[in-house]
């Protein structure tokens, strides 16, 4: 087991799309651009930064592996608790925001809504309707 691993501190978002993406989580997260280049912009949530990287700017991060292109497919999928996803599904949609699936209710106890941000990261909301057997 390795010790001293004990929080998420940024989750780095591959984009094809800087402006897009950036306004994507600027509009409709609500967040704050805390820092930002010509390649990057750094928004922060309360435990964590999310760093969007212009695609062609992170081959160096992931080395010797290449960066995915977002038509492959899903990358990744974060969740994010909230306590109503019936209400984050409605603003979402507001927000013209391309809905994947959801709401339903999962085996797992969540109801979830899964949803992409410009750059076909996924992203999923989930209410706790009971804790898993």
């Known amino acids: 087991m390795i010790k001293g691993l004990s929080k998420i501190e940024v989750i780095t978002l591959f984009a094809e799309d800087l402006a897009a993406t950036r306004a994507f989580y600027e509009d409709v997260f609500g967040l704050e651009v805390v820092w930002s280049d010509e390649a990057s912009a750094v928004v922060r949530l309360d435990n964590l930064m ?3 990287l212009r695609a062609d700017r992170a081959d160096t ?3 010797p592996h290449p960066v995915a292109a ?3 497919g899903a990358r990744l ?3 994010i608790e909230v306590a109503d996803a019936n209400a984050v599904h409605e603003q979402l949609k507001q927000h013209g925001v391309t809905i994947l699936n959801g709401p339903v209710d999962r085996p797992w106890g969540r109801r979830t809504v899964a949803f992409t941000d410009p750059a076909g990261n996924a992203w999923e909301v989930a209410q706790i309707l009971r804790q898993p057997s």
């Open 50 to 52: 999310i760093n969007i």
């Open 70 to 72: 977002a038509q492959t």
């Open 61 to 63: 991060l992931v080395e």
């Open 77 to 79: 999928l974060i969740t």
